[in-house]
């Protein structure tokens, strides 16, 4: 497809904008403020750019790097060289995402507690603080936004790290993918026939293609582990052209060896949005 623009490397990590980010433009709500407007729409994307940053760190402190972040119209990737499986590392990075859009937040709160909004209207400078008001209002909602319980937001990784203490990693990316479908579909079927606003349209069917690739990719890993999971100490080796497959708590059966000459070299990145 199209080869993304490298803009530059913050703390090892390459960060690339996507070409369709310039479809951004085409926005007329973008040009309708002038230049606060675009400023404004620069710094949300700025403040996208630090939410996949605190994924990206925070995966870095559970031994996983990043490929790349990407940066598209309608938000950020952070490509993980793996996901995690540890319910606790998974929500830690998870919940990194959107801290920093609340600590953002936090911090314009302070801003304005400390009297800096009175401060700018005294200076005449009302246009930064509805400028500083709005940024507020982005982070909020990104951080909202991105906790909602299906995937592919993070919310949708919340909820499996929380339910895979009571059901399957499996079960619990299906329950989180579906659901993560069900919300796509209902939410697009509201942009086309009530609001008619074709950007979220391409949200929602962005939102139900990301979800269902997520839980197809999840499941191949898993399928992929059964299959090459070892035995526990103590068993007999298997015979020559046989492997033990793990058929359930306790039980092994043994089953033939299956090459295919299709390898990937590298496990595929995991984006992480
Ligand atoms: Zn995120």
């Known amino acids: 497809m199209f080869t993304s623009w490298k803009l530059g490397r913050i703390a090892g990590i390459d960060v690339f904008v996507h070409p369709t980010f310039l479809l951004l433009l085409l926005l007329p709500e973008v040009w309708s403020g002038g230049f606060v407007t675009l400023f404004l729409v620069a710094s949300a994307f700025g403040c996208v750019l630090l939410h996949e940053f605190g994924h990206a760190l925070m995966a870095r402190r559970f031994g996983i790097e990043t490929e790349d972040i990407t940066l598209y119209p ?8 793996r996901l995690p499986r540890a319910p606790g590392a998974e929500l830690a990075i998870a919940l990194a995402g959107p801290a920093v859009n609340f600590a953002i937040v936090g911090v314009l709160l302070l801003l304005g507690a400390m009297g800096l909004g009175v401060l700018l209207d ?10 500083l008001d709005n940024l507020l209002l ?12 299906a995937f592919p937001m993070d919310g949708g990784r919340v909820l499996r790290a929380l339910l895979s203490g009571f059901v399957s990693r499996s079960q619990a990316t299906s329950i989180a993918a579906g659901l993560g479908r069900a919300l796509a579909l209902a939410f697009g079927i509201a942009a086309l026939l009530v609001t008619h606003n074709m950007l979220h349209v391409a949200l929602a069917a962005f939102i139900y293609l990301a979800s269902r690739a997520e839980e197809w990719q999840v499941l191949e890993d898993e399928q992929r582990r059964r299959v090459s999971s070892t035995p526990p100490e103590g068993m007999w080796t298997a015979p020559p052209g046989y492997h033990w497959v793990r058929a359930g708590k306790d039980v092994w059966q043994l089953a033939p060896i299956v090459v295919t000459y299709q390898q990937r070299p590298h496990p595929r990145p995991s984006s992480w949005s």
């Open 138 to 149: 982005v982070n909020l909602g990104l951080g909202l936004f991105n906790l909602i319980p």
């Open 122 to 131: 005294d200076a005449n400078l009302r246009v930064t603080a509805m400028f």
């Open 74 to 81: 309608i938000g950020g990737v952070a490509r993980l060289r």
